[in-house]
């Protein structure tokens, strides 16, 4: 596509229920990237998917966190049990990971609220 | 890992003045530095970006500067605009293998008119 596409733009979950993030990245883009931002906070790392190599999940907070990305395109992030604290807004981002050009496109986001 | 530290957290200026965002990064392998811009309610977008063997990139009103040896970067604004209000995030990223970006904690600038 266009650019790097995120549904559903807004979630309101309760507490304790799972939840599912979708990010369909830039066609051709080999690398996938899963970001948090709190209210007024930087970019907090979480994952980041490289081609066929296993995912670097260093930023993962919990094991209430996962993501898997499906045929090298689109990634779904899952919380479960969600919390509180886990209320942010979920940014996604990919890039052409290659030696000239690695900046990353991100997505609008999805900002989650835990009630 | 790569840390990296960002000051000021907010900058207030004056139409017209300049703007200067300083970043330091702690891994010397790093190579990539970017710079994102992000309004209110509106996602990251990248506005410039310099890698580690150049000292300087500029593109009109906006320009980066790059010491490898002291590890700091530096994002400069001229002329600033109320457009220019925003948050500023610097980056970095050794490239390579793996092509992850840590970001900084990120600069509010407010432009007044």
């Known amino acids: 596509g266009a650019g790097v596409s995120q549904s559903p733009s807004n979630k309101v979950t309760e507490k304790g229920k799972d939840v599912e993030l979708r990010c369909d990245p830039i066609?051709?883009?080999?690398?996938l990237y899963w970001y948090r931002q709190s209210l007024g906070q930087g970019l907090e790392f979480l994952i980041y998917f490289q081609g066929n190599s296993a995912p670097d999940k260093s930023g993962l907070p919990s094991d209430r966190f996962s993501a898997e990305r499906t045929g090298g395109s689109v990634s779904t992030l899952t919380i479960q049990r969600t919390q509180q604290e886990d209320s942010a807004v979920y940014l996604c981002?990919?890039?052409?990971?290659?030696?000239?050009?690695?900046?990353?496109?991100f997505g609008s986001g999805t900002r989650l609220t835990v009630v | 890992g790569e840390n990296v530290e960002q000051h000021p957290s907010t900058l207030s200026v004056q139409e017209g003045d300049s703007a200067v965002i300083k970043c330091t990064y702690s891994d010397s392998a790093s190579n990539y530095f970017p710079w994102y811009k992000q309004e209110l309610g509106k996602r990251p977008q990248l506005i410039i970006d310099?890698?580690?063997?150049?000292g300087e990139k500029k593109d009109q009103r906006i320009a980066v500067t790059l010491n490898k040896t002291a590890k700091h970067f530096s994002l400069h604004i001229t002329e600033t605009q109320p457009e220019d209000s925003a948050v500023y995030f610097c980056?970095?990223?050794?490239?390579?293998?793996?092509?992850?970006?840590?970001f900084g904690k990120g600069t509010l600038l407010t432009v007044n008119p």
């Open positions: 310099i890698r580690s063997n150049v």
């Open positions: 980056a970095a990223s050794r490239g390579g293998s793996n092509y992850k970006l840590t």
């Open positions: 981002a990919s890039s052409l990971a290659s030696r000239s050009n690695y900046g990353y496109t």
């Open positions: 066609s051709g883009h080999t690398a």
